[in-house]
């Protein structure tokens, strides 16, 4: 019996395994065959020109550029506000009734979907006047990351050995001394990696900053100018009748699963490199 249930359960991980990478692949297979012939080296290298959403000349510099202006600003944020959250919670809270409510308040708003953290934003801006900026971007962004970065440090902190923090106190290190050079060092990978993640859901969402901040086929040169991303960029291609132009919204996709690619990659490396550094 134990065996018939060991050969169920093995089977069923199999079959979950071909689904995911299934859907995966079919994904990026559907992305890349619609999208290769659009894509050229105008797309990358210019601006949308006269008419681009007719068909005409341009590329969707704007978009590329605005994504990581978006997401790395919306990110610096969250790290302000997550990390020292993180070490809070760890190291002065401990295993509190107040550290669970707010593990358990963390884990609720990273299951809110991006839009609604868009709505609250877009009240805020309508409440005080405000208009589609990049500034407004970035701070919806961050607002709908830091929960993640925040449960993500968290989770990673809790990973370092007690043992080492008691040797810490017990060479004369403060709580401070401790969490910076020492719990940080350790948790250093796992901080790396959760960083990046968020950075990629940062660049590659687009309903939290539809109404926030805004749209525009220049490259932003202030907080204040509206900005495009490629998730709106590829949303308005889409929308469009013009099958040049839907496929070049296919082309944009391939450009925002090569930015996401290559996060991955750099995460997988820096988590390598700093391994060295931990002690299991």
Excluded at 47 to 61: A, D, R, S, T
Excluded at 130 to 151: C, D, E, H, Q, V
Excluded at 155 to 172: C, D, N
Excluded at 254 to 279: D, E, G, P, Q, W
């Amino acid at each position: 019996m134990r065996r018939i249930e060991e050969a169920v359960f093995k089977a069923l991980m199999v079959i979950s395994l071909f689904i995911v990478l299934g859907s995966l692949l079919a994904v990026i297979l559907v992305v890349v065959i619609r999208g290769a012939p659009a894509l050229t080296l105008s797309m990358v290298t210019q601006v949308p020109q006269g008419g681009f959403y007719l068909g005409k000349e341009g590329g969707i510099l704007n978009a590329i550029i605005g994504s990581l202006y978006v997401a790395t600003g919306a990110t610096l944020i969250a790290i302000v506000i997550a990390l020292p959250f993180a070490w809070y919670l760890n190291q002065y809270a401990g295993k509190s009734r107040f550290a669970d409510i707010f593990r358990a308040i963390l884990d609720i708003a990273t299951g809110v979907p991006s839009l609604l953290y868009g709505a609250f934003a877009f009240s805020i801006m309508l409440a005080i006047g405000a208009k589609t900026s990049l500034l407004w971007g970035i701070l919806t962004i961050a607002l709908f990351i830091t929960p993640l970065l925040a449960r993500s440090f968290d989770e990673v902190i809790q990973t370092v050995p007690f043992k080492l923090k008691e040797a810490s106190f017990a060479l004369g290190a403060t709580r401070l001394e401790t969490v910076l050079y020492v719990v940080s060092r350790q948790a250093l990978p796992g901080i790396l990696t959760g960083i990046l993640l968020a950075f990629g859901r940062g660049i590659g969402d687009a309903a939290s900053i539809l109404f926030t901040a805004g749209y525009t086929d220049s490259i932003p040169t202030s907080l204040g100018d509206p900005v495009a991303t490629l998730p709106l960029a590829i949303f308005f291609q889409l929308g469009s009748p013009i099958p040049a132009v839907q496929a070049r919204a296919y082309a944009s996709g391939i450009i925002l699963l090569a930015i996401v690619l290559i996060l991955s990659v750099v995460s997988r490396v820096l988590t390598k490199r700093y391994m060295k550094y931990v002690i299991k």
